[in-house]
């Protein structure tokens, strides 16, 4: 900042200055999530990382956060995901972030994560504001059409190839696939008993739970379900006709929200994690906290899945639904501390927030965002 002193700052571990980096979550679960919100996971991760290598976060949140967590959203806003009032209460926390951003920085670059909502309204801070926002969702006709209609002045970061490739047209700055918190979770060994199957995910007839269930009962074998159910009314009467009526206890065993050390013993204990996907799912991070516990990750050729599996060590990637029984057998043959160390090498919080910091230092080669500045207005 002009007219301030210059002091000695102490170099990160890449031998580089520290950055002063602005954080935006979603409003709609604490960071860390209690339970499901997984994008609200991946911010915590890079949050924590990047203050671990040394770099100045000011991280934008819900209230129930952890500490160091500016709070810009009450608690309990994920009532509102999918309602009427999702837009108001978005924009609401958003314009908070923006006020909060003027008062709090300079930075050296705004690392929004927090939807469309933060996509837009990024995009009209003032030049030379350095934002990279990172597309954490399926990019379809609507969303291309909006994405592409944003001035950005950093660009856009994809969660997968095979995001990038379904937006072409994008600027983007880079792709960097999220990390899952391999500290939580552990490893088993390979002779699990009792045998499961598990599908971790949110409750939509996407998510294919439906699939999972015929599958179970092919290979004999019992099916824990857990996930939220998604609350639209198609979600709903997904779950009421083709779920429900399956969910005995015995076969199929149903849990609504898992966290913490039931979720890791649930992952670590399964035979396999099913993702019976029928659409191009951006990201697996169920797929990827099986397999960082050793336990194979079974998913249909959708998305992201074969850019993140590997054949026979960390799982299988197939086509239809008898050669995802087929692979449940296979699944015995992966090694677990082989399939966990190979995903771990790939998939822990230091590789993702290296990647981010590359994205970062690159951007502002290209686009330097002077240190007096904060949104385009002079700090």
């Known amino acids: 900042m002009v007219g301030s002193s210059v002091g000695f700052?102490?170099?990160?571990?890449?031998?580089?200055?520290?950055l002063q980096i602005a954080l935006i979550a979603p409003p709609w679960y604490p960071v860390p999530p209690q339970g499901y919100g997984g994008t609200e996971l991946v911010v915590t991760l890079l949050a924590r990382e990047l203050r671990r290598q040394g770099h100045e976060v000011?991280?934008?949140?819900?209230?129930?956060?952890?500490?160091?967590?500016?709070?810009c959203a009450p608690a309990g806003l994920a009532v509102h995901l999918g309602q009427d009032t999702q837009v108001l209460h978005e924009m609401t926390y958003l314009s908070r972030v923006e006020q909060m951003m003027r008062e709090l920085g300079p930075f050296d670059v705004i690392s929004d994560h927090s939807g469309f909502g933060g996509a837009l309204i990024t995009s009209l801070l003032a030049a030379p504001t350095l934002v990279l926002h990172t597309v954490h969702g399926q990019i379809g006709a609507s969303?291309?059409?909006?994405?592409?209609?944003?001035?950005?002045h950093g660009g856009f970061i994809a969660i997968s190839d095979s995001q990038r490739r379904s937006a072409p047209r994008l600027q983007w700055a880079g792709v960097v696939h999220n990390a899952v918190d391999v500290k939580s979770l552990y490893v088993s060994a390979a002779n699990r008993d009792p045998r499961y199957l598990l599908c971790l995910a949110r409750v939509c007839e996407e998510k294919g739970q439906d699939v999972a269930i015929e599958v179970a009962r092919r290979c004999g074998l019992h099916l824990i379900l857990a996930g939220k159910i998604e609350q639209t009314p198609i979600s709903r009467e997904f779950f009421r006709r083709r779920v429900e009526p399956f969910i005995d206890g015995e076969h199929v065993q149903y849990l609504p929200n898992v966290a913490g050390v039931l979720k890791a013993r649930l992952i670590a204990g399964a035979t396999a994690m099913l993702a019976p996907i029928c659409w191009p799912e951006p990201f697996g991070l169920s797929i990827v906290e099986a397999m960082v516990s050793g336990t194979p990750a079974v998913s249909f050729r959708q998305g992201s899945a074969p850019e993140l599996i590997e054949p026979g060590i960390t799982g299988f990637v197939v086509d239809h639904l008898q050669e995802m029984v087929d692979a449940v057998a296979w699944a015995c043959d992966v090694d677990p501390f082989t399939c966990a160390?190979?995903?771990?090498?790939?998939?822990?919080?230091?590789?993702?927030?290296?990647?981010?910091l590359r994205l970062y230092r690159r951007a502002m080669l290209t686009r330097p965002a002077p240190r007096g500045h904060v949104d385009g207005l002079t700090a």
């Open 9 to 18: 700052v102490e170099p990160t571990h890449d031998g580089r200055r520290p």
């Open 58 to 71: 000011t991280l934008f949140g819900a209230d129930g956060s952890e500490s160091g967590t500016t709070v």
């Open 143 to 152: 969303e291309l059409e909006f994405l592409a209609s944003l001035r950005t």
């Open 341 to 356: 160390r190979v995903a771990r090498d790939r998939f822990n919080p230091q590789v993702m927030a290296g990647s981010y």
